[in-house]
């Protein structure tokens, strides 16, 4: 089995490749969290792994929410990995997923790094099509051979030393008290889509079907980014930034 969360699309298409591999069932964690559900049975299942993003060199909430949560019937010490798409890793986000894991007295035999295109582009831009093009070829010779440890049942990164953060903070959002960061400009159709995919469902809509955000946000931005109409931004500044989706994946 394999959690996965991806708010871009990088750990889902991961997750897909691996899933194929391994012939590992797939669970998105965003579904899950939406969905509330949080019971799985392993009995049949050689293998647990968790493809997600890394975020602020650690997990993203909803993964350290997931975990929490999780119920896992059927655990007799699987193979568990972890699978972490962006840039290169600290480390402190594989501290973070074993932290998690050994509260829930689940091994860990460590973590792969993926380099991919990041997702946070709040700070930095995202790369140039030229390099994004260059990212994305390489992505599945690097699959090669996370797939190869995985199937083999090697040990990845792992370390015991305690994390700094297990998981990037959340941030109240309030439209209605003003203190939200995110807001929908002019061009909103009020299509919906970004209240279907918001993983802590903090978006609702107002009067009129747009977009508000009110409550726990966990910046995972697959609000801003799969906006059709490119009419989501943060803070008061518009973002001149190109979004990026993962163009190999249906999500």
């Not at 194929?20 to 392993?42: K, M, P």
């Not at 060199?57 to 059927?74: I, R, S, W, Y």
Request: charged share 20%; hydrophobic share 35%.
């Amino acid at each position: 089995m394999i959690f996965y969360f991806s708010a871009i699309g990088n750990s889902q298409y991961a997750a897909e490749k691996i899933s194929d591999a391994t012939n590992a069932r797939l669970v998105s964690i965003g579904r899950s969290l939406r969905d509330e559900q949080f019971d799985f049975d392993l009995t049949q299942d050689d293998y647990l792994g968790f493809v997600v993003p890394t975020l602020a060199c650690t997990l993203p909430a909803a993964v350290e929410q997931f975990v929490h949560k999780l119920n896992l019937a059927g655990y007799a010490g699987q193979y568990v990995y972890g699978v972490f798409a962006g840039g290169a890793g600290s480390g402190s986000e594989s501290a973070a997923l074993g932290t998690l894991l050994r509260e829930k007295s689940i091994g860990y035999n460590g973590s792969f790094d993926l380099v991919m295109p990041g997702n946070f582009i709040i700070r930095p831009d995202v790369p140039s099509p030229a390099k994004l093009e260059s990212m994305l070829n390489n992505v599945d010779k690097q699959l090669e051979g996370i797939i190869a440890s995985i199937r083999a049942k090697k040990d990845g990164l792992f370390t015991t030393r305690a994390p700094k953060d297990l998981c990037t903070p959340m941030e109240a959002s309030s439209a209605s008290e003003k203190t939200g960061t995110f807001y929908a400009t002019d061009v909103c159709t009020a299509c919906g889509l970004c209240m279907g995919i918001c993983p802590t469902r903090c978006i609702r809509p107002d009067g009129n079907g747009r977009p508000l955000w009110e409550g726990a946000c966990m910046f995972c931005l697959a609000c801003l980014r799969h906006c059709p109409t490119e009419a989501i931004q943060y803070s008061r500044n518009k973002l001149n930034k190109r979004p990026y989706i993962n163009p190999k994946v249906n999500i």
